[in-house]
């Protein structure tokens, strides 16, 4: 038998044997969903991705989702649940999952959301495609890629956040928005985490466009993102006015930094 039908054989279905990376790492933001949590935990852990650790950020559910996860540390030894005083934003809830990821040695941070709107099944896509670039996007706005059973005010806010969000910003990501990523960590390591514009939704926007700038490759990988499984929706108009004030404010910070870098000292 050669060596190409050994590989077949002992190949796991969704063909991780052949990584480069070793430590993964998946944050998971929560505020509210104990109708997600459990369900989503066994689904990711069935598609036993080697070497894999789970970060739940929970910002004190009142729904009791932090409790759920603490229940599924027992279970499974890999979850590790980082409970938050109050609800402080998306962003606020990654950068805490970033920092404990870093603790903890990982390679690859995935990021994604509770409710079941990210297909748990992509997740080794976008760890793969992370052994050539440096960013997975999960994209919604290209070719195979979709929304399913949103309805029309949300996909034109969607479809406008990120035609904004590019053209403010001058990149050509199609899918600024979504939350369902994968990262190398140094790319997260070598970002100013401590000084990001927004503490909410819009810090995926920025962390997109920081990537670019810094020149790390980005690839998007087609997802179809539907309709949250169970639970509320945490968006707004709230952030999303936020997101059309802070998008702006992303590219001024960029540019004042540049401009420090270049401005000569005094005394030269
Ligand atoms: N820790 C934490 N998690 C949050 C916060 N806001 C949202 N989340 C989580 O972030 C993820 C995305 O939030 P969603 O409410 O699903 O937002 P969305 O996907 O834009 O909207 P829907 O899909 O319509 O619900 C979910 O897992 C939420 O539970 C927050 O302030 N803190
Ligand atoms: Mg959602």
Redesign the pocket.
């Known amino acids: 038998m050669n060596l190409r039908c050994l590989s077949i054989i002992f190949e796991t279905p969704v063909n991780i044997e052949k990584r480069e990376y070793m430590k993964p790492a998946i944050i998971?933001?929560?505020?509210?969903?104990r109708g997600n949590i459990e369900q989503l935990v066994a689904r990711i852990f069935g598609l036993s991705i080697p070497d894999l650790f789970l970060i739940i950020?929970?910002?004190n559910s009142p729904d009791g989702t932090g409790a759920i996860a603490d229940k599924l540390t027992v279970k499974h030894p890999e979850v590790f649940v980082l409970h938050?005083q109050k609800?402080?934003?998306?962003g606020k809830?990654y950068v805490a999952g970033f920092r404990k990821a870093f603790k903890m040695g990982a390679d690859r941070i995935l990021t994604m959301?509770?409710?079941f709107?990210h297909d748990p099944n992509i997740i080794p896509a976008l760890l793969r495609a992370t052994q050539d670039v440096d960013l997975a996007i999960g994209s919604r706005y290209i070719a195979g890629g979709g929304t399913k059973n949103w309805n029309l005010a949300r996909r034109l806010i969607s479809r406008l956040g990120n035609f904004y969000a590019r053209n403010v910003l001058g990149v050509s990501i199609r899918d600024m928005t979504t939350?369902f990523r994968c990262y190398r960590a140094n790319v997260l390591q070598s970002l100013d985490l401590d000084h990001l514009a927004s503490g909410g939704y819009v810090v995926l926007v920025e962390l997109a466009y920081k990537t670019v700038q810094a020149g790390f490759r980005v690839q998007e990988v087609p997802i179809l993102f539907t309709e949250?499984k169970s639970g509320d929706?945490?968006?707004s108009l709230h952030i999303f006015i936020e997101a059309y004030k802070n998008i702006p404010k992303i590219r001024y910070q960029r540019q004042k930094a540049i401009f420090s870098a270049r401005k000569p000292e005094k005394n030269d």
Do not use: M
């Not at 609800?87 to 998306?90: D, F, I, P, Q, S």
């Open positions: 998971i933001p929560t505020y509210n969903e950020v929970d910002d938050r609800k402080e934003g998306l809830a959301d509770a409710d709107s939350g949250r929706s945490k968006f």
